[in-house]
């Protein structure tokens, strides 16, 4: 029975420790928050993701999440209507809070899965019988497998592969979102004013007590102020100097949040993403941004196939081999649509743009979000 760790406990883990599960395979998640972590934008579902949530048990239940988000409304500074994002833009075909999300898929493995909080990665050696894991406050371990599901700045790929800025592409835009009441009273729909390369985002909540803001603007300098919540806000506060609309109440409104979260829209491309006995998964290895709205999709993708090549292949060189063979276009794919989306910030928003955004392939052939997948289903052992 393979023993496998799993750095990261948000999207791509827990999915990918349901399938190792269910394959007979034993599984550690390390996750340095001290719980399952709350908040976070709302995630969107397209295509095969779909059919995964329904392979996993668990669609019926996301579906009573649902945020029920409708239409977007572009305004200009007064107020006045400029033109409508329908919601399947950003919504896909199903969309959820994160932290419903999150909090399901933990309650889905935490029976089979050993959950280590409050603690990360410090060390990988890899050796002749697996890898040495040495964290920071645990002792350490040896596993078969390593696999890196941490996100956009993930630790396991630093310490396999190399730092970030060999594989991280800025697209040129940083971005925060926060929760605030929801004092517009919106119902299922959001607002959204766009003044030169920044926008700013107000979106209804799921009871429709509360709303979430997202701010969205060009990078004023080639470094963002990590880990300075004073210095992230302080920068967005010079960016929207000067802004109307409901920019100054939403500014206000950033600065008493409990939730604040800030980060650069940027790509993880790689030419591998595995190294020996190490691996990544979702965000870590193959990020498309946020403005790709393909992000818990290829998490959720991607975790299934990992696991069911590694339940298949001889040995995991072939199945790590195959997961990006099976994998690769469709991940492209997905980063061009997010350089597209960063793109398409530069423009002055209109109706015709937008309608040309939802419009089918123009060529009626199917969307890159039906992924043809294997069918694992024979493997499963529980």
Same mark, same amino acid.
């Given at each position: 029975?393979? *023993?496998?760790?799993?750095?990261?406990?948000?999207?791509?883990?827990?999915?990918?420790?349901?399938?190792?599960?269910?394959?007979?395979?034993?599984?550690?998640?390390?996750?340095?928050?001290?719980?399952?972590?709350?908040?976070?934008?709302?995630?969107?579902?397209?295509?095969?993701?779909?059919?995964?949530?329904?392979?996993?048990?668990? +669609?019926?239940?996301?579906?009573?999440?649902?945020?029920?988000?409708?239409? $977007?409304?572009?305004?200009?500074?007064?107020?006045?209507?400029?033109?409508?994002?329908?919601?399947?833009?950003?919504?896909?075909?199903?969309?959820? &809070?994160?932290?419903? +999300?999150?909090?399901?898929?933990? /309650?889905?493995?935490?029976?089979?899965?050993?959950?280590?909080?409050?603690?990360?990665?410090?060390?990988?050696?890899?050796?002749?019988?697996?890898?040495?894991?040495?964290?920071?406050?645990? /002792?350490?371990?040896?596993?078969?497998?390593?696999?890196?599901?941490?996100?956009?700045?993930?630790?396991?790929?630093?310490?396999?592969?190399?730092?970030? /800025?060999?594989?991280?592409?800025?697209?040129?835009?940083?971005?925060?979102?926060?929760?605030?009441?929801?004092?517009?009273?919106?119902?299922?729909?959001?607002?959204?004013?766009?003044?030169?390369?920044?926008?700013?985002?107000?979106?209804?909540?799921?009871?429709?007590?509360?709303?979430?803001?997202?701010?969205?603007?060009?990078?004023?300098?080639?470094?963002?102020?990590?880990?300075?919540?004073?210095?992230? &806000?302080?920068?967005?506060?010079?960016?929207?100097?000067?802004?109307?609309?409901?920019?100054?109440?939403?500014?206000?409104?950033?600065?008493?949040? $409990?939730?604040?979260?800030?980060?650069?829209?940027?790509?993880?491309?790689?030419?591998?993403?595995?190294?020996?006995?190490?691996?990544?998964?979702?965000?870590?290895?193959?990020?498309?941004?946020?403005?790709?709205?393909?992000?818990?999709?290829? $998490?959720?993708?991607?975790?299934?196939?990992?696991?069911?090549?590694?339940?298949?292949?001889?040995?995991?060189?072939?199945?790590?081999?195959?997961?990006?063979?099976?994998?690769?276009?469709?991940? /492209?794919?997905?980063?061009?649509?997010?350089?597209?989306?960063? $793109?398409?910030?530069?423009?002055?928003?209109?109706?015709?743009?937008?309608?040309?955004?939802?419009?089918?392939?123009?060529?009626?052939?199917?969307?890159?979000?039906?992924?043809?997948?294997? *069918?694992?289903?024979?493997?499963?052992?529980?």
């Amino acid at each position: 029975m393979a *023993d496998v760790l799993i750095s990261g406990a948000s999207v791509a883990g827990p999915a990918l420790a349901y399938w190792l599960n269910r394959h007979g395979m034993r599984v550690t998640i390390v996750e340095k928050a001290h719980t399952v972590r709350p908040g976070g934008l709302a995630v969107d579902f397209r295509g095969s993701a779909m059919r995964i949530l329904e392979r996993m048990g668990i +669609l019926d239940e996301l579906r009573r999440h649902a945020t029920g988000s409708g239409d $977007a409304t572009i305004v200009a500074e007064d107020g006045t209507p400029i033109a409508t994002m329908p919601g399947e833009i950003f919504a896909g075909d199903l969309e959820v &809070q994160k932290t419903d +999300l999150t909090r399901i898929l933990y /309650e889905l493995t935490r029976a089979d899965t050993e959950y280590v909080f409050g603690d990360s990665i410090r060390t990988l050696t890899q050796q002749d019988d697996g890898v040495r894991v040495d964290f920071g406050r645990g /002792e350490s371990r040896t596993f078969d497998l390593v696999i890196g599901a941490d996100g956009l700045h993930s630790r396991v790929r630093a310490l396999a592969f190399g730092p970030e /800025e060999r594989f991280a592409h800025s697209l040129g835009y940083w971005f925060a979102s926060f929760s605030l009441p929801n004092y517009l009273n919106l119902e299922r729909r959001g607002l959204t004013h766009v003044s030169g390369h920044r926008s700013a985002n107000i979106f209804a909540g799921r009871d429709g007590t509360d709303a979430r803001a997202l701010f969205m603007f060009a990078a004023p300098s080639a470094e963002p102020p990590r880990g300075d919540i004073a210095a992230q &806000q302080r920068a967005i506060t010079d960016a929207y100097a000067g802004v109307g609309w409901e920019v100054p109440r939403l500014l206000a409104a950033m600065r008493e949040s $409990a939730d604040f979260y800030f980060d650069t829209l940027s790509q993880i491309r790689m030419d591998t993403w595995s190294a020996g006995s190490v691996a990544l998964v979702g965000d870590a290895g193959y990020c498309a941004s946020p403005m790709s709205g393909r992000g818990t999709s290829q $998490a959720l993708i991607g975790a299934y196939v990992l696991a069911g090549e590694l339940a298949t292949a001889p040995d995991h060189a072939a199945a790590f081999a195959s997961y990006e063979r099976i994998l690769r276009d469709y991940v /492209e794919a997905n980063h061009e649509l997010g350089r597209q989306a960063a $793109a398409s910030l530069e423009v002055p928003p209109t109706q015709e743009m937008i309608d040309a955004m939802t419009a089918a392939p123009p060529d009626g052939g199917p969307s890159n979000d039906d992924v043809p997948l294997p *069918d694992y289903g024979h493997l499963t052992v529980l």
